[in-house]
C-alpha cells in the first residue's frame, strides 16, 4: 500500500465547496525514533436473500475468492482478509483524525458506499447519520447480518450499466482502497456522476503503490519496494491497474465534478517513528501488512506472472523481513 489520496468531488450547482483540512503533510519529514526496539512482531440481490451459489467461493491455493463476477476482485473473501480490512478500516480512521469523512455533509438522505468489504464504515457512517439510509455494495456476502436499521447491503458490481436506482439519487458516494478493483475506475467516476444529486458529493480513498523515504534509508533493491514494482507489473497483465491514486483528482474533474479538493497523509510501513502516534499507526500498519502481504500477492502473482503457490511464499520471506526492518524510514501516502 502506498499514498492515499482522496478527492472530494461535487457537481456543479453546490453552495460552497470544501475547508482546507490540515494533515501531516508530504513535505512534512517524519523524525525516525533512534531507539529501535523489537516490538516488531445484472440483478441486484439484498446479502439476506442471496442465492447459494454466491457463497459457493471459489479456492484457490489455499484462499477463497468471490463467486459473484468471478476475476473482478483478485483479493481473498476469507476470514483472515476480513480481519485484516477490519484493522485497516481502524487505521485509515486514526489517521484521518477519527473522521469518516472529509466532505461538509449536511442531513444527507441517501449515501452509497461502493465496495464496502466488511461494512464497517457503512455502519458508522449509519449511525453518524441514523436519518440517512446508507446502502454498501460489495461483491461478496461478508458484511455482519446485525446492523443499523437505515444501513443495507447489497450483492453488486458498480460496473454494470444500470445501478437499479434513479440518477440523481445520492447525496454522498463514498469509495475507499478500490486500486486493482476496476478494468477503468473513470467509469465508475463517469456512474458516481450520473447517480449522485446536484450539490451530493463523492469521496475516494486511495492508496499510491509506490513507497516513499524522505532521509535516504530505502535502496531502490529494498524487498518491499521492489514487491511494489512486481505487483504492478502482474496488475496490467491483468488489465486491473493499480496505479490510480495520482490521476483521481484529474479524472473527477475532467468527468465534470467541481470543488475538487485532495488531502495526502503519511503512513508509516512500520514503527520507525519517533511521534508516538505514528509509531503506533505504525505499529498497527507493519501488522496489516504483515497479515495481509500473502493475500496482496497469490491471485496476482499466480494469475498475472504465472508463479506458483510455492515461488510465491519464498518470494515472500525476504519481502516480509523487508516490512519489519525499523532502519529503512519507509511510508505510504494515504
Not at 482546507?20 to 533512534?34: C, G, M, Q
Not at 459457493?56 to 477463497?64: L, M, V
Request: charged share 30%; net charge negative; with cysteine.
Amino acid at each position: 500500500m502506498s499514498h492515499e489520496q482522496r478527492p472530494l468531488a461535487v457537481p456543479p450547482a453546490h453552495p460552497e465547496s470544501t475547508s482546507s483540512v490540515e494533515a501531516n503533510s508530504p513535505h512534512s519529514i517524519i523524525e525516525a525514533d533512534s531507539e529501535q526496539s523489537d516490538d516488531a512482531n445484472s440483478d441486484s440481490c439484498s446479502t439476506k436473500s442471496v442465492r447459494e451459489s454466491i457463497f459457493d467461493y471459489i479456492k484457490e491455493n489455499g484462499r477463497t475468492y468471490h463467486r459473484y463476477a468471478p476475476g473482478s476482485y483478485l483479493f481473498p473473501n476469507d476470514e483472515p482478509e476480513s480481519e485484516r480490512l477490519d484493522l485497516q478500516y481502524e487505521i485509515l480512521k486514526v489517521l484521518f483524525g477519527m473522521r469518516n469523512h472529509f466532505a461538509p455533509l449536511r442531513d444527507p438522505k441517501k449515501i452509497l458506499d461502493i465496495g464496502t468489504g466488511t461494512g464497517k464504515w457503512a455502519i458508522e457512517i449509519g449511525t453518524e447519520y441514523p436519518d440517512s439510509d446508507v446502502t454498501g455494495t460489495d461483491l461478496s456476502p461478508i458484511q455482519p447480518e446485525w446492523v443499523p436499521e437505515n444501513v443495507q447491503f447489497v450483492i453488486d458490481d458498480a460496473q454494470e450499466d444500470d445501478w437499479l436506482i434513479r440518477p440523481d439519487s445520492y447525496d454522498y458516494i463514498h469509495t475507499r482502497v478500490l486500486l486493482g478493483c476496476f478494468e477503468d475506475f473513470r467509469e465508475v467516476i463517469k456512474k458516481a456522476y450520473r447517480y449522485c444529486k446536484p450539490g451530493g458529493w463523492m469521496e475516494s480513498q486511495e492508496f499510491y503503490t509506490t513507497l516513499y523515504c524522505d532521509d535516504g534509508t530505502m535502496d531502490r533493491d529494498y524487498a518491499f519496494s521492489e514487491w511494489t514494482r512486481t505487483q504492478d507489473a502482474a496488475a496490467m497483465n491483468l488489465g486491473r491497474p493499480l496505479r490510480i491514486a495520482n490521476k483521481l483528482k484529474r479524472w473527477y474533474e475532467e468527468q465534470g465534478f467541481v470543488d475538487v479538493h485532495e488531502e495526502v497523509f503519511k503512513l508509516p510501513v512500520n514503527p520507525w517513528p519517533k511521534d508516538p502516534q505514528l509509531k503506533m499507526l505504525g505499529r498497527f500498519s507493519e501488522s496489516s501488512l504483515l497479515e495481509g502481504i500473502q493475500a496482496f500477492s497469490l491471485a496476482w502473482f499466480h494469475r498475472g506472472l504465472g508463479w506458483t503457490k510455492d515461488e510465491i511464499e519464498v518470494y515472500l520471506v525476504q519481502v516480509r523481513k523487508a516490512i519489519s526492518d525499523r532502519s529503512v524510514h519507509a511510508y505510504h501516502r494515504v
